[in-house]
């Protein structure tokens, strides 16, 4: 079992320009998670998917975020532009059944610099 | 308000040492309470789950307490280790509509030789 992947592992772009973070999943896993994590605020959840469908969306700072999960192995979440206060490092998690009684499964997170 | 605190907010023990970690919540309606182990430039691991009637679990040398009625639980660490050196993540899950993850900003556990 390979775990949750997630690339690239670190990211640093300009101000204004467009990222792209990937994940896949763990195979077989039906809910997949997007958290940013910074020193302030620790682990936040932006946005949670099951069976591929958003679910829970409320987390998203704003319209410059946006994710999507085409099928059950890949998701992205895409920041266009992008700004300095998106600096942070961004995980993605899986799960199987219900999130709320089933351990996540992390990946080792993209580390984002917005310059 | 749903909310997890932790504390302390930092650690240094010498290691072969003992060490409790606080998380206390308020989160309602609960559901369970999660420990994770977050080494650094990695993402959090799981430790260990408890349930509402579950007072003790066990992960070899990490031990977790749950007193459901006073909103407490513990993570102990028995004859720390140098890779034992990470931050350690409190999670409270509610029983309501979505994901209802509640992360707590977590301890830096660091264990010099």
């Known amino acids: 079992d390979a775990g949750v992947i997630q690339s690239p592992r670190h990211e640093v772009t300009e101000m204004g320009q467009e990222v792209t973070l990937r994940c896949k999943p763990i195979?077989?896993?039906?809910?997949l998670f997007w958290y940013r994590q910074t020193m302030m605020r620790g682990l936040e959840l932006l946005i949670y998917?099951?069976?591929?469908?958003?679910?829970?969306d409320s987390g998203m700072p704003e319209d410059r975020f946006s994710a999507k999960m085409p099928n059950a192995s890949f998701s992205t979440l895409k920041i266009q532009p992008s700004e300095p206060r998106d600096s942070a490092v961004y995980f993605c998690?899986?799960?199987?059944?219900?999130?709320?009684?089933?351990?996540?499964?992390f990946g080792n997170g993209t580390r984002l610099t917005v310059t | 308000k749903n909310q997890v605190e932790q504390s302390p907010q930092s650690l240094i023990i010498l290691e072969g040492k003992n060490c409790t970690l606080q998380?206390?919540?308020?989160?309602?309606?609960?559901?369970?309470l999660r420990w994770y182990k977050q080494d650094t430039g990695r993402g959090p691991v799981s430790l260990t789950i408890?349930?509402?009637?579950?007072n003790t679990k066990s992960n070899g040398r990490y031990t977790a307490t749950l007193d459901a009625d006073t909103k407490q639980s513990s993570l102990h660490i028995t004859a720390s280790q140098l890779s034992d050196s990470a931050s350690y993540i409190c999670?409270?899950?509610?029983?309501?509509?979505?994901?209802?993850?509640?992360f707590g900003k977590g301890t830096t556990l660091s264990v010099s030789s």
């Open positions: 998690a899986s799960s199987s059944g219900s999130p709320r009684n089933s351990p996540l499964h």
């Open positions: 195979s077989g896993h039906n809910s």
């Open positions: 998917f099951n069976n591929n469908v958003p679910i829970d």
């Open positions: 998380c206390n919540y308020t989160v309602s309606p609960f559901s369970n």
């Open positions: 408890m349930t509402f009637s579950e």
């Open positions: 999670v409270v899950s509610a029983q309501q509509a979505g994901t209802a993850l509640i």
